[in-house]
């Protein structure tokens, strides 16, 4: 195994494919150029903070933010960590000096990310999905954007910056391509879902193949691979100290062009984002179409990240002024609408419907009859989350793990619903984690619902896949959640489940059953993002101050009254 692994870490690809219509030359005499500039000299304030009111810059909104970084943080157990622009963590890293004394599993998934690398002409740019070669490997030797952040985060902990900026700027010329999907010409500012290298041995040649969506499973174009990359070009900048590659012009065009297309005007009438199945991670039809929160917290970070990297000047201060409008909207919305908790669940109880007028208390005029038996008995007397999706007459009152994180890291959520969520996790632990961080979604549906939702997906059937399975990426999420709302122990139990048997297993994809007990039945072995995720989870829980990479704190201008919306009261 270790000769093909070998093999495919070197161009991402065995053997020859159809380079039809999607297949773009990239010339490297500019990207090369971009990657020699020196770094400018990044000068650092220090300030300290409080764990459980965590560090970060909040967002300026004028004039032009900088790139101040905390220096000191009082974190976990009292201790103090040092945070330094560009430095590697101290812990289980394969730099550190006690790297080969600590737990073997440490030592294997840093072997297993290696392996994973994917090179173009010479240079890393990015990690396959998967090296697990006992099934067909469809898609899963390619290079995902959003499988690649956990990847990015841990060789940016472990001062490997290379290979992000490589993948940042190399996506971002990919982004610049003609997109066409069945004769139908995509927007402009469309990123990639993943890419693969080709290698033509008679040529000596590498290209790039990238799909955006015309190969995909329902041919759904990504709406995450954007956010993901504005988030990711903003850890890179928090984590490096270095803000040229964000102030590359090439950079602040391809933010431009992802935002103009999500701040568009048109008929919808919500701050949110509408989108189809299948834009998201969860990448097949599971109901998830409208206004899925996962989109929305993607959304939210994605414009908060985008104000600390955007030079306010020229094209990028109108759309700056669009983004602090957006964002009030959308804060207000998903603060309000989105959240359940259960004073609010007991409101939509007692609903009215056909109401009319500005006056009308149950806005989306959603039927109470609607409301599944199982939140009543989910709901926790102490708790809340932010529901599935919001749109007229329709309420998903699911639980979505990755969209409630994003929201916790982003600021989406109060302080208060942040501890909320988190009380949620706690009192609802064998539902949501059980014995194998940690539950994509909850609950499974099935019988006739699964028949109509899913389309009879044979993959997505009750408690697995996207369908209530449970996924070990989402454990470096739930950590830097942990985090930042003071609760380091529930990230700690979380770690140890995994612990004790996602290395035993072969690092798989995905579990199965109630309780994650079950490796997926379609599941991939040495699943990169399983992997990774893992070890940003532990560096991050060792060395809090990696937090600052993926967190904001809560903006003061964005901060809503203490009373609950008028329209939310019966």
Known sequence: ????????????????????????????????????????????????????????????????PSYRMADSFHMLDHHEYVYSPGRRSGFHTPRSESYYETLPMIADAWEALRRSVVHFRGQPVGTIAALDHSVEELNYDQVFVRDFVPSALAFLMNGQTEIVKNFLLRTLHLQSREKMVDQFKLGEGVMPTSFKVIHDPARNHETLTADFGESAIGRVAPVDSGFWWIILLRAYTKSTGDSSLAELPECQRGMRLILSL???????????????????MIDRRMGVYGYPIEIQALFFMALRCALVLLKQEGEGKDLVERIVQRLHALSYHMRNYFWLDLKQLNDIYRYKTEEYSHTAVNKFN?????????????????????????????????????GNCVAILSSLATPEQSAAIMDLIEERWEELVGEMPLKICYPAIESHEWTIVTGCDPKNTRWSYHNGGSWPVLLWLLTAACIKTGRPQIARRAIELIESRLSKDHWPEYYDGKLGKYVGKQARKFQTWSIAGYLVAKMMLEDPSHLGMVSLEEDRQLKPLLKRSASWTC
């Open 1 to 64: 195994m270790s000769s093909i692994a070998t093999d495919v870490s070197m161009n991402g690809s065995m053997g020859n494919h159809d380079t039809t219509n999607s297949i773009f030359e990239i010339d490297d005499s500019d990207i090369l150029k971009l990657m020699d500039r020196p770094r400018p000299v990044n000068v650092e304030r220090k300030r300290s903070f409080d764990e459980k009111s965590y560090s970060e810059m909040s967002i300026t909104l004028s004039p032009r």
């Open 262 to 280: 999500c701040l568009s005007e048109g008929f919808d009438t919500f701050p949110t984002l509408l989108c189809a199945d299948g834009c998201c």
């Open 366 to 402: 959603v039927m109470p009859d609607s409301l599944p038996d199982w939140v009543f008995d989910f709901m926790p007397s102490r708790g809340g989350y932010f529901i599935g999706n919001v749109s007229p007459a329709r309420m998903d009152f699911r639980w979505f793990c990755l």
